[in-house]
T-cell receptor, first 114, second 113 residues
C-alpha cells in the first residue's frame, strides 16, 4: 500500500515564475492538506481540500492556490514566485470519515526560488 | 496569533538513556496534540497523539504527557537509539480529526553513541 507520494522531489525556479506541485494521497484517504516548511521551522498550514473544494485555508496569499481531482489527488500552484517561497512543501492526507486517524505526510517537494 | 512552541531547540542524549522533549502551547481551545518525528529529507512521521481529555498515553518506547493546567506537552522516549536522532515537532489542533495542524519550531534530538 503506497503512502502519500509527491512530485517532483526537487524544483528550481526563478522569481516571478509559476510552479505546480503534485500529491497523491494514501489509499483510502479523501482529504489532502498542504503545508509549507521553511528551513529550520515547523510546517505551516496552507490549505486543505475535500470533495474537490478548499475546505480550510491558512494565512497565505492568493498566489497560493490548489485543486483536488476526482481521484483525490491534489495540486498546489504558486504564482509570481518570491525568494521567500523557497521551502519544503509537504502534502498530508487523511480521511474525514475516519477522524480518529491522523494525517500522513509525504516526503515533500523542495522548492528553491532564485 | 497563538502557536505551539518548544522550550529547547536542541537536545543531546547518550544512547540508552531516556529522552524528554518538551512543548508549550498557548491555545487553551486545542483539543488534540500530536508528536511527529522528521528525519533529514523526509516528511514528518506520526509518533503518538493525545486528546485533551487524557493526561498520559503510552506507545512503544514513547510516552506523551499532557498538562492542561500549564499548557505543556512532553514526549518521553525510553532507551534512545541512534535511529531516534531526528527533529521532533509537537502539533496541535482545535478539532480532533482532520483540521489544520499548528506546528512548533521543533527540537533536534541527537543521540550520542
Amino acid at each position: 500500500d503506497a503512502g502519500v507520494t509527491q512530485s517532483p522531489t526537487h524544483l528550481i525556479k526563478t522569481r516571478g515564475q509559476q510552479v505546480t506541485l503534485r500529491c497523491s494521497p494514501k489509499s483510502g484517504h479523501d482529504t489532502v492538506s498542504w503545508y509549507q516548511q521553511a528551513l529550520g521551522q515547523g510546517p505551516q498550514f496552507i490549505f486543505q481540500y475535500y470533495e474537490e473544494e478548499e475546505r480550510q485555508r491558512g494565512n497565505f496569499p492568493d498566489r497560493f492556490s490548489g485543486h483536488q481531482f476526482p481521484n483525490y489527488s491534489s495540486e498546489l500552484n504558486v504564482n509570481a514566485l518570491l525568494l521567500g517561497d523557497s521551502a519544503l512543501y509537504l502534502c498530508a492526507s487523511s480521511s474525514l470519515s475516519r477522524p480518529q486517524e491522523t494525517q500522513y505526510f509525504g516526503p515533500g517537494t523542495r522548492l528553491l526560488v532564485l | 496569533g497563538e502557536s505551539v512552541g518548544l522550550h529547547l531547540p536542541t537536545l543531546s542524549v547518550q544512547e540508552g538513556d531516556n529522552s524528554i522533549i518538551n512543548c508549550a502551547y498557548s491555545n487553551s481551545a486545542s483539543d488534540y496534540f500530536i508528536w511527529y518525528k522528521q528525519e533529514s529529507g523526509k516528511g514528518p512521521q506520526f509518533i503518538i497523539d493525545i486528546r485533551s481529555n487524557m493526561d498520559k498515553r503510552q506507545g512503544q518506547r514513547v510516552t506523551v504527557l499532557l498538562n492542561k493546567t500549564v499548557k505543556h506537552l512532553s514526549l518521553q522516549i525510553a532507551a534512545t537509539q541512534p535511529g531516534d536522532s531526528a527533529v521532533y515537532f509537537c502539533a496541535e489542533n482545535i478539532d480532533f480529526g482532520n483540521e489544520k495542524l499548528t506546528f512548533g519550531t521543533g527540537t533536534r534530538l541527537t543521540i550520542i553513541p
